[in-house]
T-cell receptor, first 122, second 113 residues
Framework: GAGVSQSPSNKVTEKGKDVELRCDPI?????LYWYRQSLGQGLEFLIY????????KSGLPSDRFSAERTGGSVSTLTIQRTQQEDSAVYLC????????????????????FGPGTRLTVL | DAKTTQPTSMDCAEGRAANLPCNHS???????VYWYRQIHSQGPQYIIH???NNETNEMASLIITEDRKSSTLILPHATLRDTAVYYC??????????????FGKGTMLLVSP
């Protein structure tokens, strides 16, 4: 079966333009996550979807960032009025079951990552 | 606010065991420790996770100290393809009450011939 796919693999845009990044999770995975990885840094959590709803958007860095998920499958991360500091690799991951409410007692299931979209804002 | 600390980089000779340490002194009694790795230009890949017992799978072994304040990931016979950044992760709570995996900077493992 196919893994998580993301498109485009590379995106170069000019400052101030809007961009859309797409993620196709593994079929049947109900949970979907977006992360950002800046050069030489660890992964920064952005947003998490359970089905089509996003119970936690606290990681989105500004109101220029938004995301949606339709049909419990494909997700789109949109960055409006891009800035140079938005340049990074944007990674999407999916898992079979959702993140637990934080009680520490439930083990998360494995997250499967896509190859990422490298965004360069000139 | 990273909950784990790892060395920035490590070297290992091909065929030898690679032992990657991780400190997680603030871990709660029922939180799991996860290990992922990221090969250059790829997304992270799950390796193993554990609570308090040592774990082993086809990729690696995980040794967790009795007090659970540290752990070691062991690649028993490292190959050149194991060159990657290795992340030791403990779940962190989000404001919503949900949790996520927080990836720090990890350990860059370089396996040499």
């Amino acid at each position: 079966g196919a893994g998580v796919s993301q498109s485009p693999s590379n995106k170069v845009t000019e400052k101030g333009k809007d961009v859309e990044l797409r993620c196709d999770p593994i079929s049947g995975h109900t949970a979907l996550y977006w992360y950002r990885q800046s050069l030489g840094q660890g992964l920064e959590f952005l947003i998490y979807f359970q089905g089509n709803s996003a119970p936690d958007k606290s990681g989105l860095p500004s109101d220029r960032f938004s995301a949606e998920r339709t049909g419990g499958s494909v997700s789109t991360l949109t960055i409006q009025r891009t800035q140079q500091e938005d340049s990074a690799v944007y990674l999407c991951a999916s898992s079979q079951t959702p993140l637990a409410l934080y009680d520490g007692a439930v083990q998360d299931v494995e997250q499967f990552f896509g190859p990422g979209t490298r965004l360069t804002v000139l | 606010d990273a909950k784990t600390t790892q060395p920035t980089s490590m070297d290992c000779a091909e065929g030898r065991a690679a032992n990657l340490p991780c400190n997680h002194s603030t871990i709660s009694g029922n939180e799991y420790v996860y290990w992922y790795r990221q090969i250059h230009s790829q997304g992270p890949q799950y390796i193993i996770h554990g609570l308090k017992n040592n774990e082993t799978n086809e990729m690696a072994s995980l040794i967790i100290t009795e007090d659970r304040k540290s752990s070691t990931l062991i690649l028993p016979h490292a190959t050149l393809r194991d060159t990657a950044v290795y992340y030791c992760i403990v779940r962190v709570a989000l404001r919503s009450g949900y949790s996520t995996l927080t990836f720090g900077k990890g350990t860059m493992l370089l396996v040499s011939p």
